[in-house]
């Protein structure tokens, strides 16, 4: 079945950082792929998402690219703030069922930002 | 600020009580999800609803049942549950267009379950 492997955590970096959380995914067909984020107390957000091979999503300073060929949507950031402290998870959306998704995600990645 | 708001924030139930979580978005989508998660997990699919219907459900127990009055609204009744299903319960909304694989979802900020 699908499923989606991240780097495990938790992450602690120095602010103005450079970040790099890693994502890789096996699926059947071309599923779209997103990074969600979670801050404490809180649901989880739509941080950017790809649709196809080589889309590359941004967003707020993260970006990461659809690679097919690495299967892999790796998520950067050039310079983190101590406000980039939460879980990021990496998703992936299964063939959809009547117009609803099934998103499976991978196991989260705490990230910690000292200033 | 999230568009999908739940209620309520913290629920503390016994093992014999009855209670329900609640979920309202005004965004006009179509799909709407019960999420489980446990501390330090993601979350865990539960129920999907499209179109009010409900057309997945993860082998869920009996004891969580879930509603959808209508295209806002998301309930889930719970009635005699273990204590291993403490957890925060997310609430999600999507457009549920047919055929659409990348409308992300908005999740509520989730109800925090305890049984005792």
């Known amino acids: 079945g699908d499923s989606v492997t991240q780097m495990e955590g938790p992450v602690t970096l120095s602010e103005e950082a450079f970040l790099t959380i890693n994502c890789t995914y096996t699926?059947?067909?071309?599923?779209?792929l997103f990074w969600y984020v979670q801050y404490p107390g809180e649901g989880l957000q739509l941080l950017l998402k790809?649709?196809?091979?080589?889309d590359k999503g941004s967003n707020k300073g993260f970006e990461a690219t659809y690679r097919k060929e690495t299967t892999s949507f790796h998520l950067e950031k050039g310079s983190v703030q101590v406000s980039d402290s939460a879980v990021y998870f990496c998703a992936l959306s299964a063939p959809p069922g009547q117009g609803a998704q099934k998103l499976v995600f991978g196991q989260g990645t705490r990230l910690t930002i000292n200033p | 600020d999230t568009e999908v708001t739940q209620t309520p924030k913290h629920l503390v139930m016994g093992m014999t009580n009855k209670k329900s979580l609640k979920c309202e978005q005004h965004?006009?989508?179509?799909?709407m999800y019960w999420y489980k998660q446990k501390a330090k997990k993601p979350p865990e699919l539960m129920f999907v609803?499209?179109?009010?219907?409900?057309?997945i459900n993860e082998s869920v127990p009996s004891r969580f049942s879930p509603e959808c009055p209508n295209s806002s609204l998301l309930n889930l009744h719970l009635h005699a549950l273990q204590p291993e299903d403490s957890a925060l319960y997310l609430c999600?909304?999507?457009?549920?267009?047919?055929?659409?694989?990348?409308?992300?979802?908005?999740f509520g900020n989730g109800t925090r379950l305890t049984v005792t």
């Open positions: 609803y499209s179109y009010e219907k409900l057309s």
């Open positions: 790809a649709t196809k091979a080589d």
């Open positions: 699926a059947t067909g071309y599923p779209s």
């Open positions: 965004m006009g989508h179509r799909a």
């Open positions: 999600a909304s999507s457009l549920g267009r047919l055929g659409n694989t990348d409308s992300p979802l908005h």
